[in-house]
T-cell receptor
C-alpha cells in the first residue's frame, strides 16, 4: 500500500516533443506529490509538486496532472530539450506524522535532437 | 534559497575503517533530515529519519549500529558508516525539510556523497 508505481522505465523523446511520465499510488492518505529531477552523480532536485486539492499545476514547461479518483498523477514536459535528459522520480508522502517520501522507481528520459 | 550541502562529495576508504558524511542546510533550519542510499540506476532507499536533538528512526533492515546518525543542530546532520565493507559502497544522499514558509512538505536534497570501500 505504500508503493508508488512509475512508468515507463525509460523514455526517448524528440526535441520539441512532449515527455509524459506516469505514477500510480494506493495509499489514499498520501497528500503531497512531488517530482524530482536527477542528473548522473547529483542529488535529486525538486521540480514541481502538487496537493490533491487541485487537478493540475503548471510551472514553465512542466505540468503535473492529478487524478484523485484514479489515484494517478503524471508529469508532462512540454517542448522537451536535450538539457531535460535526466532521471525523473515521482514521490508521495503524508503530511501528518510520518512524513517520509515514498519514491517511484524512476524514469530515464533521453531527448534526442 | 533551500540549499543543502554534503561533505565530502566523494570518499575512498579501506575496509574496516569508519567514514563520516556531513549534511548541512545552508540557508534554513532543518527540523528533519533524511538519509538515503542509492545504487546505480535505482531509486532512492530511505535509511533513516532524524529530528534535531532526537534519536534517528531507522528503516527496517538498516543496521543502526553500522550507520550512526547524529542530528546535533538544526543545520547539521552526520552519517557515520562504521567498520565499512565493500558492500557499503554506494551513493549516499541527505535531504532536509522545515523552516521555510509554505514548505512544510518539501524536501531539499544534497548533492550526494560517493563512498567507495576498498
Amino acid at each position: 500500500q505504500q508503493q508508488v508505481k512509475q512508468s515507463p522505465q525509460s523514455l526517448i523523446v524528440q526535441k520539441g516533443g512532449i515527455s509524459i511520465i506516469n505514477c500510480a499510488y494506493e495509499n489514499t492518505a498520501f497528500d503531497y506529490f512531488p517530482w524530482y529531477q536527477q542528473f548522473p552523480g547529483k542529488g535529486p532536485a525538486l521540480l514541481i509538486a502538487i496537493r490533491p486539492d487541485v487537478s493540475e499545476k503548471k510551472e514553465g514547461r512542466f505540468t503535473i496532472s492529478f487524478n484523485k479518483s484514479a489515484k494517478q498523477f503524471s508529469l508532462h514536459i512540454m517542448d522537451s530539450q536535450p538539457g531535460d535528459s535526466a532521471t525523473y522520480f515521482c514521490a508521495a508522502s503524508t503530511g501528518f506524522g510520518n512524513e517520509k517520501l515514498t519514491f517511484g522507481t524512476g524514469t530515464r528520459l533521453t531527448i534526442i535532437p | 534559497g533551500a540549499v543543502v550541502s554534503q561533505h565530502p562529495s566523494w570518499v575512498i576508504c579501506k575496509s574496516g575503517t569508519s567514514v563520516k558524511i556531513e549534511c548541512r542546510s545552508l540557508d534554513f533550519q532543518a527540523t528533519t533530515m533524511f538519509w538515503y542510499r542509492q545504487f546505480p540506476k535505482q531509486s532512492l532507499m530511505l535509511m533513516a529519519t532524524s529530528n534535531e536533538g532526537s534519536k534517528a528512526t531507522y528503516e527496517q533492515g538498516v543496521e543502526k549500529d553500522k550507520f550512526l546518525i547524529n542530528h546535533a543542530s538544526l543545520t547539521l546532520s552526520t552519517l557515520t558508516v562504521t567498520s565499512a565493507h565493500p558492500e557499503d559502497s554506494s551513493f549516499y544522499i541527505c535531504s532536509a525539510r522545515g523552516g521555510l514558509a509554505g514548505s512544510r512538505y518539501e524536501q531539499y536534497f544534497g548533492p550526494g556523497t560517493r563512498l567507495t570501500v576498498t
